[in-house]
Nanobody, 119 residues
């Protein structure tokens, strides 16, 4: 059984920083893309950032220059460093990974972690 477990969310003031982590565990053969999505109340889930197994990255325009995604392949972990946070960054951040287990390759989702940016 594969699991994605996030950590690092919380309450931060505008202009502050947070670092999210997502660790994949279980019957993992290989991990292709890992990424972060976010969903604010009443809105759709949108891609924030993603990173491939060779380190290629992709960011939403709204977070470019403020957020940095990285991954540690040895630990099956992806990180999201969020700087210069704004109230509009408030959302549930959900980890996503396309990985292959012994049986199949598919997307997996974490349970989500709340990020609240407020004074």
């Amino acid at each position: 059984q594969v699991q994605l477990v996030e950590s690092g969310g919380g309450l931060v003031q505008p202009g502050g920083s947070l670092r999210l982590s997502c660790a994949a565990s279980g019957n993992i053969f290989s991990i292709n893309v890992m990424g972060w999505y976010r969903q604010a109340p009443g809105k759709q889930r949108d891609l924030v950032a993603a990173v491939t197994s060779i380190g290629s990255t992709n960011y939403a325009d709204s977070v470019k220059g403020r957020f940095t995604i990285s991954r540690d392949n040895a630990k099956n972990t992806v990180y999201l460093q969020m700087n210069s946070l704004k109230p509009e960054d408030t959302a549930v951040y959900v980890c996503n990974a396309h990985l292959c287990s012994r049986d199949s390759c598919r997307y997996y989702w974490g349970q989500g972690t709340q990020v609240t940016v407020s004074s």
